[in-house]
């Protein structure tokens, strides 16, 4: 994003393209580094005590990366904390080729989210390299037609980084809110007149995808022939007809552009707000001799139209970081997982299970209660006998296991036996049914049921109104619908 804000032309002999994209080899290069990211919201003049407190909230949080290491393009970990109110939230990530892990002080297992069970897709080694290289290519070109904004400059300066003072170039930038819709017409027309250029991007994206067409073809029998389209033979005439439609779209953007901006802002006034004068990006990059990024100081303020629904004027993000290693050895943390991991991709780990992970780690528990993450809403069709609701002789029932999977509770059945055990899956508290008996337990409290639970077509059904209770739902019926609410 800060790219394509800051423009890319020679400052004051200074190479800025050069600069902000770096060079292809160094896009993994090893490396360390340290963040601090804040916010802060200006609440209207106006503001609600409630808005108000909703608002310090806000402001109270930041994240701190007290270290980042990147060993290589696989390989990388993220150690800092979240902070929130007078909280603090420790935390290390950890990345490789297999998963990524995340493991939150205090809680019982680490987060996972596996990367090796991921849906079946061709082998395509050879060509993550030519997408690396469409990728570049793509970034290069759209800095190349960027416009410098009206404010940029170049100046030696010493900086301290990672402890160490070191000469650095700070390229200070500037850009406002209307300045950005102002740039908007040299961009797009810089890229219209580029014809080789834009060629060139369009073939190369169109070698790349054919690879990858050629290899989901020799993965699939069933897709012979997907790639013909994309032949060699016909790229010429494909890039001249794409590349026709990209101009014809961007002459005929550009000849409305104006009166287009008018329109906009006149269906939507609040976006005059929000792309005027009081919004602002300001940055500071400052580079070392080998054109490496050594140091970031980025404010960005959003000015928001003060509404009764929204009552603020500003959201702003100030950020800050500092980098240090480039290119030498640097080894990556790992969170240790030989105690297990909660996978939340393919474990299958359950809402309680969750919550339990984290219950006594202050505040995410709360937070997560307060999430939402709990609440189930279902709806009960009383014409359907597994997925709804079956009136037995004035009593609503329910197929069981159809019903408690919402829920994601447990239920046991010992097969030979008349008892069934549901498990709620967020207070694990158990309720005891037993087939042909109106006597219950829910909750670890005896009950006598409307109507005893019985078995058709291999499913076992129970009052509606007493699994709802044993689970935390309530059942309310309109419209001719039941519908089952935990919150």
């Not at 032949?231 to 287009?260: C, N, R």
């Not at 629904?309 to 800050?320: G, H």
Request: glycine share 6%; charged share 25%.
């Amino acid at each position: 994003m800060l790219v394509i804000l800051t423009g890319c032309q020679s400052v004051g002999g200074f190479d800025v393209n050069s600069a902000i994209l770096g060079s292809k080899d160094k896009l993994y290069q090893p490396m360390e580094s340290r963040n601090t990211m804040t916010l802060e919201v200006t609440p209207s003049a106006d503001v609600s005590a409630e808005d108000k407190e909703m608002i310090d909230l806000l402001n109270s949080i930041s994240v701190h990366i007290d270290s980042a290491k990147a060993e290589d393009m696989d390989k990388a970990s993220v150690k800092g904390s979240v902070h929130y109110l007078d909280n603090a939230i420790p935390f290390l990530l950890s990345v490789d080729e297999v998963g990524v892990a995340l493991d939150i002080e205090g809680a019982d297992k680490p987060i996972y989210i596996s990367l090796a069970e991921e849906a079946e897709i061709p082998e395509m080694e050879e060509y993550y390299e030519q997408v690396e290289d469409v990728t570049w290519n793509l970034m290069s070109f759209l800095v190349k037609h960027l416009p410098n904004p009206e404010t940029i400059s170049v100046a030696k300066t010493q900086e301290t980084v990672n402890g160490e003072q070191l000469d650095l170039t700070r390229l200070h930038v500037e850009i406002s809110g209307t300045e950005i819709v102002e740039l908007v017409r040299p961009f797009l027309t810089s890229i219209a007149e580029d014809e080789e250029g834009l060629k060139q991007l369009i073939g190369d994206l169109y070698d790349a995808v054919s690879v990858m067409f050629v290899a989901i073809e020799a993965e699939d029998e069933t897709l012979e022939g997907a790639a013909d389209f994309l032949s060699p033979e016909s790229k010429d005439t494909s890039v001249a007809m794409i590349h026709g439609a990209i101009t014809g779209y961007l002459d005929q953007f550009l000849a409305d552009y104006d009166q287009e901006v008018e329109n906009l802002f006149n269906e939507t006034p609040e976006l005059k707000t929000v792309f005027g004068d009081d919004t602002n990006l300001k940055v500071d990059y400052y580079f070392d001799s080998e054109l490496n990024a050594r140091k970031t100081n980025t404010e960005l303020a959003i000015a928001i139209p003060a509404s009764e629904d929204l009552p603020i004027t500003e959201i702003k993000v100030v950020s800050s970081s500092e980098v240090w290693n480039h290119g030498s050895e640097v080894k990556a943390d790992t969170v240790d997982t030989s105690n297990g991991v909660l996978d939340v991709l393919y474990g299958e780990a359950t809402t309680g299970e969750i919550l339990r992970n984290f219950e006594g780690v202050e505040p995410v528990y709360e937070l997560l209660l307060s999430s939402g993450m709990t609440s189930v809403y279902t709806y009960l069709d009383p014409e359907d006998e597994y997925y709804g609701v079956v009136n037995n002789n004035g009593t609503g029932f329910v197929a069981l296991r159809n019903f408690a999977a919402q829920f994601e509770a447990d239920v046991k059945w010992t097969k030979g036996s008349n008892e069934i055990v549901v498990i709620d899956d967020i207070t694990l508290a158990q309720s005891t049914y037993t087939l042909g008996s109106t006597k219950a337990i829910v909750n670890g409290e005896a009950v006598t049921l409307p109507a005893a639970p019985y078995v058709e077509h291999g499913m076992v059904y129970v009052p509606l109104r007493s699994i709802a209770e044993a689970l935390s739902a309530t059942v309310t019926f309109e419209d001719g619908w039941y519908t089952a609410e935990r919150m």
